[in-house]
């Protein structure tokens, strides 16, 4: 995890340099966070990348949003 994050501050990238640069602990590609592919690294004892984190608490807030802005709309 560390290596992780030590490319990140070196290289603004957390992922090795080169693939030769992968080892037994960093041996996934750690996917940059898109709103298409919304890419998130699951740290536990093993390592994966998973997609959407909070989906439905997201959705949620959301929703909100899209509501309280029609609300504001209408007292204009």
């Known amino acids: 995890m560390t290596t992780y994050w030590t490319n990140f501050a070196k290289y603004s990238n957390p992922n090795p340099p080169t693939p030769d640069d992968y080892d037994a602990y960093i041996n996934i590609e750690w996917k940059p966070y898109t709103l298409e592919e919304p890419f998130y690294m699951d740290i536990d004892k093993k390592l994966s990348l998973k997609q959407n984190l909070f989906k439905d608490r997201m959705k949620f807030w959301d929703q909100l949003y899209v ?6 709309s209408s007292l204009r």
């Open 67 to 72: 509501e309280a802005a029609i609300a504001h």
